[in-house]
């Protein structure tokens, strides 16, 4: 592109815009001198292949962070500097008579804009970018070209937030906004180089989310969820476009009943074009069109095939229950992923179906039957109370929560501007129960089973890692490998937060990536049954094993086993203390800590209310004021800590919204209905005599 | 959840005697596993001894549906077969009639089958019998009542009905909330 482009470009325009550039350079003061063309030399490079993805330059760039590679970025125009000057050399004289004029404008120059000449050539992008023109002071016109060309390869400038508000309110022109954005972004690739030394990176940023949010549709929150979720702006673009297109219809061949490959004989015949849909499932098919609609085909109703995202096979992939198992599906409905454990099953074993919503259960009972699924149980109930009617009473489970749907946007639109940083907690906070419960109904002691695998349509991180974490935190288990072959893994640090390192064994999967919809997976092995995190059942096993070894030692000579004894005391805690460095978090420890702290709160807590108890006889002792004191306090703390709960720390409290309160009327309802309008009048009267 | 009553098991049975004959005893000895019949909230179901009993620990109200579901018991207890019966009502069926692919479809949407539909039935269906419907490719697609037999159907004009409809796969569709 970049060579077709110097082509087309008249001598005199080339003549122009060198010549413009090189009076810029020499304008400009000296410190920034070497680096405006640097700058300007970046910016050509990342524009030059926009259509291929994205430069593999910006692509390595973190947007959001202030990141180490910056100073090597500095590095790389050089190469296509060299023809430039050139040109600039031989073109200098010609142009250096308009310096004057111009040199003004360059400080309130938005100079996003772009020569149309240069634009034509570079395709796309630069047709986007008459934006802000109107700003320009109006010139001769032929200062007013060179003007623009120069701009063009200047330094972006950033509107402030209050601009583009106004702007956005007004008629926000899409072009300008997106000419914008990949300003900015291009900008936060080289941040150190190509900022605005006056603006920070929190001002270019919030003019991102602006602009993100206008462009796409969504409300801020989910916008800055995502760019924390993708640091660098291109794979941020990717995503969201990726959201906004459909992904292709898949079918699941329903192995109780049909083979793959006959029923895509079937489904040929019948008018439909399909595809085996990818290397890594033997059931998945892709339906690239279809003369018949796909969910009425005498096939689909004789339960050959089921629809479902390919997605969705994977956390059953992940499961892989086994003939015979007993098998919970926490969330059931619709049904496609029961019915696949069903298959893999073979129709054999126990699988419960559960699901909380009873119109959605209809769909359950509706697909297994069609499918052919014979031991299924369909129930309609919390999850959490699987843990009290069958506590450790399944082989595997699989829990695929709630979510706030961020990674099937393109299913649903509304959860661009639905979602809420409310609404995510109240997620994740289900989402904790539920896979607590989940936990705690597994059985850690089955022969070939104790695996529990949890996933969510979501890509937020709250509703994954941070749940996982949790996990891993409250109870005895470890994560596995999932046995997926594709799939990205889990983050291990995000931010300034950090898991469990194994949180690397789970997969995130990516519209924009796999082509599939935003998904993850994880899958733990229970270690034992006890209803405490590691920590507690190590302690246990140790307490056990001390008394045994007191009682042997009770048993037998002091002297012998006393050495013993030692001995396995000391192996043991070896281990625990390793178990405790190596695995556990930093938030455990600060957990940990926070407990301490509880501790030491409620030893002084006992202290007084030992005191309390003692005064109590006492008249005027103060004791109920110092309750009361107390009782403010504690309820502070809590407000607190739930004010503070972003979905990564684990108190797993949900902020309660105030009710709004109802009208009351000073007169009691009944006064008013019980008799005729004379009596109630005299009523009200005396009513509000005595209220006065 | 409960066992059948005699008087229940007796309706339930009849009806299933009309589709598969004395083939009704192999739904009861089976050789992988003990089969039961049960009453849940007036709708037959058909479960493995193993997973009733699994099924039993969820309470009455929350529990929806175990193993098949083969029917149920209207308010004035007569007993209707639903179509998620066909699982086991096809390979035993007695008797069967194939319709040809442009008359599938409209028994798929609950009409009934006409003479010109049919492409085949079973030699010697007496009229008023169970009668399981195939496609040409020998799918099932549901069953009804022979409104002719095959002999009445021979000489029978294009038009005239040959089955009556009662349960087709099309219901998975139509009637989700209801199965």
């Not at chain 2, 692919?101 to 009934?112: I, V």
């Not at chain 2, 195939?134 to 095959?150: E, N, Y």
């Given at each position: 592109m970049g060579v077709v482009s110097k082509k087309k470009v008249t001598a005199a325009l080339k003549a122009k815009q060198n010549g413009g550039v090189k009076r810029k350079i020499e304008e400009t003061p000296p410190e920034t001198n070497g680096e405006v063309v640097k700058k300007k030399k970046l910016v050509k490079k990342v524009k030059k292949q926009p259509k291929n993805g994205l430069p593999e330059k910006v692509k390595k760039i973190a947007l959001f962070d202030d990141d180490e590679e910056e100073d090597d970025q500095v590095i790389v125009p050089k190469k296509e500097q060299e023809g430039c000057q050139r040109c600039r050399e031989e073109e200098k004289k010609q142009l250096e008579e308009s310096e004057e004029e111009s040199v003004d404008q360059f400080g309130d120059d938005d100079s996003d804009a772009l020569p149309d000449d240069f634009g034509s050539d570079e395709s796309g992008e630069e047709d986007l970018s008459e934006g802000d023109e109107d700003e320009l002071p109006i010139l001769k016109e032929g200062e007013e070209?060179?003007?623009?060309?120069?701009?063009?390869?200047?330094?972006?400038?950033?509107?402030?937030?209050?601009?583009?508000?106004?702007?956005?309110?007004?008629?926000?022109?899409?072009?300008?906004?997106?000419?914008?954005?990949?300003?900015?972004?291009?900008?936060?690739?080289?941040?150190?180089?190509?900022?605005?030394?006056?603006?920070?990176?929190?001002?270019?940023?919030?003019?991102?989310?602006?602009?993100?949010?206008?462009?796409?549709?969504?409300?801020?929150?989910?916008?800055?969820?995502?760019?924390?979720?993708?640091?660098?702006?291109?794979e941020l673009l990717q995503f969201l476009e990726a959201n906004d297109n459909p992904r292709p219809v898949t079918i699941r061949a329903n192995s109780l009943k049909v083979k793959r490959r006959d029923l895509a004989k079937n489904l040929i015949n019948r008018g439909m074009n399909v595809d085996p849909a990818a290397e890594w499932t033997k059931v998945?098919?892709?339906?690239?069109?279809?003369?018949?609609?796909?969910?009425?085909?005498?096939?689909?109703?004789?339960?050959?095939?089921?629809?479902?995202?390919?997605?969705?096979?994977?956390?059953?992939?992940?499961?892989?229950?086994?003939?015979?198992?007993?098998?919970?599906?926490?969330?059931?409905?619709?049904?496609?992923?029961?019915?696949?454990?069903?298959?893999?099953?073979?129709?054999?074993?126990?699988?419960?179906?559960?699901?909380?919503?009873?119109?959605?259960?209809?769909?359950?009972?509706?697909?297994l039957h069609r499918l052919g699924v014979v031991n299924a149980v369909?129930?309609?109930?919390?999850?959490?109370?699987?843990?009290?009617?069958?506590?450790?009473?399944?082989?595997?489970?699989?829990?695929?929560?709630?979510?706030?749907?961020?990674?099937?946007?393109?299913?649903?639109?509304?959860?661009?501007?639905?979602?809420?940083?409310?609404?995510?907690?109240?997620?994740?906070?289900?989402?904790?129960?539920?896979?607590?419960?989940?936990?705690?109904?597994?059985?850690?002691?089955?022969?070939?089973?104790?695996?529990?695998?949890?996933?969510?349509?979501?890509?937020?991180?709250?509703?994954?890692?941070?749940?996982?974490?949790?996990?891993?935190?409250?109870?005895?288990?470890?994560?596995?490998?999932?046995?997926?072959?594709?799939?990205?893994?889990?983050?291990?640090?995000?931010?300034?937060?950090?898991?469990?390192?194994?949180?690397?064994?789970?997969?995130?999967?990516?519209?924009?990536?796999?082509?599939?919809?935003?998904?993850?997976?994880?899958?733990?092995?229970?270690?034992?049954?006890?209803?405490?995190?590691?920590?507690?059942?190590?302690?246990?096993?140790?307490?056990?094993?001390?008394?045994?070894?007191?009682?042997?030692?009770?048993?037998?000579?002091?002297?012998?086993?006393?050495?013993?004894?030692?001995?396995?005391?000391?192996?043991?805690?070896?281990d625990v203390e390793e178990v405790d460095k190596a695995p556990e978090p930093v938030k455990v420890k600060e957990n940990e800590e926070k407990k301490k702290q509880k501790k030491a709160d409620d030893d002084d807590e006992d202290d007084s209310d030992d005191e309390e108890k003692v005064s109590n006889g006492k008249v005027g002792s103060g004791a109920r004021k110092l309750k009361k004191k107390r009782n403010q306090a504690k309820q502070k703390a809590k407000q607190a800590a739930v004010a503070e709960d972003d979905g990564f720390n684990s108190t797993g409290v949900v902020k309660k919204v105030k009710k709004a309160k109802a009208f009351k009327s000073k007169i009691p309802k009944r006064a008013l209905a019980r008799s005729s309008a004379k009596t109630v009048k005299n009523k009200r009267k005396k009513l509000l005599e005595k209220s006065r | 959840m409960r066992p059948l009553t005699d008087e229940e098991t007796e309706k339930v049975f009849t009806k299933l005697a009309s589709f598969i004959g004395d083939n009704v005893s192999m739904l009861i000895d089976r050789s992988d596993a003990d089969y039961c019949f049960r009453n849940h909230k007036e709708r037959v179901y058909y479960a493995s001894e193993n997973l009733m009993r699994q099924a039993a620990c969820i309470a009455r109200e929350p529990l929806l549906s175990f193993g098949t579901c083969i029917g149920k018991f209207t308010k004035t207890k007569k007993f209707?077969?639903?179509?998620?019966?066909?699982?086991?009502?096809?390979?035993?069926?007695?008797?069967?009639?194939?319709?040809?692919?442009?008359?599938?479809?409209?028994?798929?949407?609950?009409?009934?089958?006409?003479?010109?539909?049919?492409?085949?039935?079973?030699?010697?269906?007496?009229?008023?019998?169970?009668?399981?419907?195939?496609?040409?490719?020998?799918?099932?697609?549901?069953?009804?009542?022979?409104?002719?037999?095959?002999?009445?159907?021979?000489?029978?004009?294009?038009?005239?009905?040959?089955?009556?409809?009662?349960?087709?796969?099309?219901?998975?569709?139509?009637?989700?909330?209801?199965?």
């Open positions: 070209e060179l003007q623009l060309n120069i701009a063009s390869q200047e330094k972006f400038e950033l509107p402030t937030i209050d601009e583009i508000e106004n702007e956005l309110k007004a008629a926000p022109s899409l072009e300008i906004v997106r000419q914008r954005i990949s300003d900015v972004i291009q900008v936060l690739g080289d941040f150190k180089a190509r900022r605005d030394p006056k603006k920070s990176r929190d001002d270019y940023l919030a003019v991102l989310t602006k602009d993100l949010c206008s462009q796409y549709g969504y409300n801020e929150y989910l916008i800055t969820k995502f760019m924390q979720l993708f640091p660098n702006g291109a998945g098919l892709v339906v690239y069109d279809s003369q018949v609609p796909v969910g009425a085909t005498p096939e689909y109703l004789a339960g050959h095939y089921m629809i479902q995202g390919l997605n969705s096979l994977l956390p059953v992939m992940a499961l892989a229950p086994q003939p015979g198992d007993r098998v919970l599906d926490m969330c059931a409905a619709p049904g496609g992923k029961t019915s696949h454990i069903a298959a893999l099953m073979k129709n054999s074993g126990v699988l419960y179906a559960n699901d909380f919503n009873f119109e959605r259960c209809r769909a359950v009972i509706g697909n369909v129930c309609n109930l919390n999850g959490e109370e699987f843990c009290k009617i069958r506590p450790n009473g399944f082989d595997r489970i699989l829990l695929d929560a709630p979510c706030s749907g961020t990674g099937v946007i393109w299913k649903d639109q509304s959860v661009k501007t639905s979602k809420d940083s409310q609404d995510v907690q109240r997620r994740h906070t289900m989402q904790r129960k539920l896979i607590l419960s989940a936990m705690d109904a597994l059985d850690a002691n089955s022969p070939n089973g104790g695996y529990l695998v949890y996933s969510t349509c979501s890509v937020l991180v709250e509703e994954n890692e941070a749940v996982v974490n949790f996990l891993l935190q409250r109870r005895h288990c470890q994560l596995v490998n999932t046995g997926l072959s594709i799939g990205v893994d889990g983050y291990t640090r995000f931010r300034d937060y950090r898991f469990h390192p194994s949180l690397s064994l789970t997969k995130r999967y990516y519209p924009h990536v796999h082509n599939i919809d935003g998904f993850f997976v994880a899958k733990f092995k229970k270690l034992s049954n006890a209803k405490t995190n590691k920590f507690g059942v190590d302690e246990a096993n140790r307490e056990k094993q001390e008394k045994k070894a007191q009682e042997k030692a009770d048993e037998s000579d002091n002297d012998e086993d006393g050495d013993a004894e030692e001995d396995v005391e000391s192996g043991d805690d070896e | 209707h077969l639903h179509i998620t019966a066909l699982d086991y009502l096809a390979p035993y069926a007695k008797y069967r009639v194939w319709l040809k692919p442009n008359a599938e479809q409209q028994f798929l949407y609950g009409n009934n089958v006409l003479k010109s539909g049919v492409a085949r039935m079973t030699e010697g269906t007496p009229t008023h019998s169970g009668i399981v419907v195939l496609s040409m490719s020998d799918v099932p697609i549901g069953f009804g009542v022979a409104a002719k037999g095959t002999m009445d159907s021979k000489r029978a004009d294009p038009t005239a009905i040959i089955v009556l409809h009662q349960c087709d796969l099309g219901e998975y569709l139509r009637n989700e909330s209801t199965l």
